[in-house]
């Protein structure tokens, strides 16, 4: 490092290189039989979408790819069609969620961040991702969030509002997440039961999780008529949507 302490430009690089986990191994119950990651969307796949943000992304080293066994053929064409050059690997998911991101994990070489995001989400920007890891060395994690705008109540067995909550302190959470990967194998490590999503595993393992500001249009395609309102994103440009 220069004698001023100012940090090189590359060591600064150094410090914000990352690896990637995209989790597209999913069941897609809810989506009326149709596969939502590998599915036709705006003339492409939302896997693309994501995988061509994460390219674009210049802190991005590697990305490992985790999707259903039957699906392992499938994304190696899509891969070698569109050149994503920085998937280094396609590996197998587990039962659960965090059981896909685990094998992810496994595959993933010496890497100071790893960035962990749900292919269900093809609207993310690459700035998202830039951002997100800028927070990460700032704080040592980083989950993008947006504030809710509904009143949430917490409805008793019969229906009954039992409270209603605070909406002002209140997130909803999405991908990319990014963590220290040793925090992360440690986390894994020490939490068995099953979570939402990493935070949540980083959370019950005594780590604090940070949050940034996430997108509205940043939605997971949960059921088929996520389709629609992703679509359109995508067909006016992200822009439009910030």
């Keep these: 490092m220069p004698e001023n302490n100012v940090p090189s430009p590359q060591h600064h690089s150094q410090q914000r290189e990352s690896a990637a986990v995209i989790v597209a191994a999913g069941q897609s119950s809810r989506m009326e039989g149709l596969d939502k990651v590998f599915m036709q969307l705006h003339g492409s796949t939302a896997l693309s979408f994501v995988l061509d943000k994460f390219e674009a992304a210049p802190s991005i080293r590697s990305v490992v790819l985790v999707v259903r066994k039957d699906r392992k053929k499938l994304a190696r064409e899509i891969v070698n069609s569109h050149g994503f050059r920085k998937v280094s690997k396609i590996c197998i998911g587990g039962e659960r969620r965090q059981d896909s991101v ?46 809710l705008t509904d009143t949430i109540k917490i409805a008793s067995n019969n229906n009954q509002v039992e409270k209603t909550l605070d909406r002002t302190k209140l997130r909803a959470a999405q991908t990319p997440q990014i ?60 822009e439009s949507h910030l």
């Design 179 to 238: 963590f220290q990967l040793e925090d992360l194998q440690s986390a894994f490590a020490k939490i068995n039961q099953t979570v939402t999503d990493e935070a949540e595993l980083m959370e019950l393992a005594g780590f604090n999780v940070h949050l940034y500001e996430g997108l509205y249009s940043n939605i997971k395609i949960t059921t088929a008529k996520d389709v629609a309102f992703v679509h359109n994103i995508l067909s006016n440009g992200l």
């Design 102 to 147: 685990r094998n992810g994990l496994a595959t993933l070489g010496s890497h100071k961040w790893v960035v962990i995001h749900d292919a269900a989400r093809p609207c993310l920007t690459k700035d998202l991702i830039e951002n997100g890891i800028d927070e990460a060395i700032n704080w040592g994690s980083a989950v993008p969030a947006i504030p």
